[in-house]
């Protein structure tokens, strides 16, 4: 009986271990203590491991903007393009939270830009961070890249009432502000439902018109 016990006691001990380095590895690199998941990944901790919501230790440290982590991370070759279960990436994180470096450093590693769905444009757009917009423009994204429901970086923009992310998509005729949703709304009619006045009126004058929602309601 007691070799029995003794036994499972030594098949039980590998797996608390394993779950021991799990939560010690998450919670470390939620820290941004880097030694600690260095030390980690020399006793053989899997860099590219994932949280409960399939986010990716890459994704963790890009989210919190912690770019000492995400340097160590991506020396250790962590994938640069994983993406969780809802389809968000490294980068789509980063940029959403405005953590500018982190995106740069993400880019230069070959992160994509664009993607179908929601972009890290579109996500840099929606809260409003400027230099996050200036710098993937210049990368490559998409300026006029579209969600599923037709939604552009302009659009949701506009909607937050972000006029200096508004102004910098219009730059140089960048962004088309007569695209349409899949309910037929152009940017201004968001802004003129959102009464955002002043990027209403620099809709206008980057040739923005309504869409067809807004004249069948006007029908």
């Excluded at 030694?35 to 990944?41: D, K, P, Q």
């Excluded at 490294?90 to 664009?114: C, I, M, P, Q």
């Excluded at 006029?144 to 992310?165: D, F, W």
Aim: charged share 20%.
């Amino acid at each position: 009986m007691k070799k029995t016990i003794a036994i499972a006691l030594l098949s039980v001990l590998p797996l608390c271990a394993a779950a021991n380095t799990y939560d010690d590895l998450l919670s470390a690199v939620k820290m941004g203590d880097t030694a600690s998941v260095a030390s980690l990944f020399k006793r053989g901790a899997d860099v590219n491991t994932t949280d409960q919501e399939g986010n990716s230790l890459l994704m963790l440290a890009s989210r919190d903007g912690r770019l000492d982590m995400v340097e160590l991370l991506l020396a250790q070759r962590a994938k640069v393009n994983f993406r969780n279960s809802s389809g968000d990436t490294a980068l789509r994180l980063a940029a959403f939270n405005g953590h500018l470096k982190v995106v740069e450093r993400l880019a230069a590693a070959g992160a994509h830009v664009n993607m179908s769905g929601w972009t890290p444009l579109s996500y840099a757009a929606f809260n409003g961070h400027a230099d996050v917009v200036r710098f993937l423009m210049r990368a490559g994204a998409d300026v006029n890249a579209a969600s599923e429901n037709g939604m552009t970086p302009l659009m949701v923009a506009t909607r937050g009432g972000h006029v200096a992310v508004v102004r910098t998509l219009l730059e140089a005729g960048a962004a088309d502000p007569n695209l349409q949703t899949e309910n037929g709304e152009t940017a201004l009619d968001i802004a003129v439902k959102t009464q955002n006045l002043e990027i209403a009126e620099l809709l206008r004058r980057a040739g923005g018109h309504a869409g067809q929602a807004l004249k069948l309601e006007v029908k």
